[in-house]
């Protein structure tokens, strides 16, 4: 019996990262495999089963599912792409000094030829 024991916790930690009742484990599972791979991963997951196990039988509960609930991450919000006043303001934001120049992208559509002068203004700025 004891031969067919880890097996056996192999085959549980496979059926539940295919739970769609308890997801932790499959978010774990795939945290680890991510760096590990799968069978790392698998046995990994049997391991958090064995310790549940262990815990359920040693507090003579049942399997509760509130206490493997993962609150879902919040999704970023950023802007996907940055903007010129963005750009200065941080670098700003990191020690350097640029001069006050009259920007003329302020709420307006940047032309490449603009962006160009820009850029070019900007290489100029950190050259000297």
Known sequence: MYKQFPSLLVQCANAAIKSKKCTYFKICY???????????????????????IYHMLDKRETFNYDLYKIAPKPKHTYVSQIT????IRHLQTLGYQIPDMHYPFKNTSATPALISKIQGQLVNLFDN
């Open 30 to 52: 795939d945290q680890i495999k991510k760096r590990r791979g799968h069978k790392k991963a698998i046995i990994a997951i049997a391991h958090t089963l064995l310790n549940c």
């Open 84 to 87: 010129e006043e963005m750009a």
